[in-house]
Structure formats: structure tokens, C-alpha cells
């Protein structure tokens, strides 16, 4: 059983290679509410992200929003939309980036920052202050997807199909479902080479 759960380890390895460089989080990612995109991009050897759209970018006057809770009274006036608020984050180890800078324009703070990548498609950042275990701030980011583009369509399902048979491993851990899983993982293996194989 356990030699089973390891060729199936390598085999979701195989099928997606999480190599951690910048330019895994550099793009298009949307905010824990959805209202919001940031786009991080490099900053040299660094990380850095901008507001590039907003849901909601106008107020009741239809005024572009700014900047309001800005500890500056000076960048009050700013906009929201192309501000920037992620900076100088470096890739620490892994699936991390930390020593950056972070500002919450919804409480006009600013904290330290760290990004961990859990998986492709999401993130979760934090906001700290001194050390990182003091916590000020989280929130969990989704990648922008253009579903008009039938090549990240397909990378996405492949995605998702491989958590499916991640979880599926899982299970198998925890109890006696050596049957369930075969069926389950015929079915996704299947979906899986159909995928590789379309054009």
C-alpha cells in the first residue's frame, strides 16, 4: 500500500513541478473579497504589487476612490487604482517571500509582510509587526483566470484534478479505502490523459 501512495506521490510530482522562483507569484491575483486585483510583478530581484483593477473604483459621487486613511494627509489624494501596495518582497525558501512591505489601505497601515504560496492558483499573505508571529493581518488571494484562453483552462483543470488525487491520498491515510481510491483514481488518470492529449 505504502509503495502504492509513493508512485502516486511522484506521479502528481511529476505532472506538475513546483519550482518556487519570483515568477511563480508574479501576475494577476484577486483579493480574499474578489473586489480587488493586484498584479505583483519583479522589482529587480524582488517582489512588488499594484491595485491594476477595482469592482467598486468609484464612490457615491462617482469620484475615483483615494487614498483616505493614509497616516499622510499629503497621499490622501492619491487613487487606489495603481497604487502600490506590496514592496521588496524577497524569496526566502520554498514557497516563501518575506521581508516585504505591506500597506492596508482599508486602515491606512502598513506592516511587514510575508507570502506563502500554498498552491498555483493561491496565495496567503500576512501582515506582522517586530516578528512574523505577530500576526496583524491575513488574507488569501486567488490567481485571475482568463477563462477566454482554452490553454489556462486546460492547465487549471490539471490543477485541480491533481489536488482531487492529492486529497484522494489522504483518505487513503487515514482509513482502509484501497478500493475507492482505485475507482477514484481511474477516473481522474483518465481525465487526466485526455487533457494532455487535447490540443
Do not use: C
Request: charged share 30%; net charge neutral; proline share 2%.
Amino acid at each position: 500500500m505504502k509503495g502504492l501512495i509513493l508512485v502516486l506521490l511522484f506521479l502528481v510530482n511529476s505532472i506538475f513541478s513546483f519550482s518556487q522562483t519570483n515568477a511563480d507569484i508574479v501576475g494577476k491575483w484577486y483579493s480574499e473579497k474578489d473586489d480587488i486585483i493586484i498584479t505583483l510583478f519583479e522589482d529587480g530581484q524582488k517582489v512588488s504589487g499594484k491595485i491594476t483593477w477595482m469592482k467598486f473604483p468609484y464612490d457615491r459621487n462617482g469620484i475615483s476612490k483615494t487614498d483616505l486613511l493614509n497616516p499622510d494627509e499629503g497621499l490622501r489624494p492619491n487613487p487606489l487604482e495603481g497604487m502600490i501596495i506590496l514592496s521588496n518582497f524577497s524569496h526566502i525558501a520554498g514557497n516563501v517571500w518575506d521581508n516585504g512591505s505591506l500597506y492596508i489601505h482599508e486602515e491606512g497601515k502598513t506592516y511587514s509582510g510575508i507570502i506563502r504560496l500554498k498552491n498555483k492558483n493561491t496565495l496567503n499573505l500576512r501582515g506582522y509587526i517586530g516578528f512574523s508571529f505577530f500576526e496583524r493581518y491575513t488574507s488569501t488571494w486567488s490567481r485571475y483566470v482568463d477563462l477566454s484562453d482554452n490553454k489556462t483552462k486546460k492547465r487549471n483543470l490539471l490543477i485541480q484534478l491533481t489536488d482531487e488525487l492529492a486529497q484522494i491520498l489522504e483518505r487513503i491515510e487515514k482509513e482502509d479505502l484501497f478500493v475507492q481510491l482505485r475507482d477514484d483514481l481511474a477516473q481522474i488518470l483518465e481525465r487526466i490523459e485526455k487533457l494532455k492529449k487535447a490540443e
